[in-house]
């Protein structure tokens, strides 16, 4: 099988790439946001909170949930959301570093 077009860069760089992607979507932000200031949340929360559907949401949050950013548990009928902050430190770090990387250079 040959090489796929990810295998030409560094694990770094898809990793920073892929959590790029999963955050370049602005409800993914809000719900992140949403988050990190009610520090944990029912799905049907965000419903009421950002005005997209239910299937909308879910979308959104199974997103976050792959890339490890969120974490779910159930209660009940329902799902409650939290930040899962092993992961999100490990992220800050690795987009912290990928950012200041150009503070030591020169550039044109």
């Known amino acids: 099988m ?6 030409l860069f560094t694990e ?3 990793e920073i790439a892929n959590m790029a992607k999963v955050l370049a979507h602005p409800a993914r ?6 988050l990190i200031k009610s520090e944990q949340c029912i799905n049907s929360h965000l419903v009421d909170e950002l005005g997209l559907a239910q299937a909308t949401i ?23 959301y939290c930040i899962n902050t092993e992961n ?13 990387s150009i503070e030591t250079k020169k550039c044109c």
């Open 88 to 100: 999100w430190n490990a992220f800050k770090n690795a987009l912290g570093f990928f950012f200041e």
């Open 58 to 80: 879910s979308q959104h949050l199974k997103e976050l949930k792959n890339i490890g950013l969120i974490q779910g548990n159930i209660e009940g009928k329902a799902m409650n």
């Open 12 to 14: 770094e760089q898809n």
């Open 2 to 7: 040959g090489l796929t077009k990810t295998d």
């Open 29 to 34: 932000i809000a719900i992140l946001q949403y």
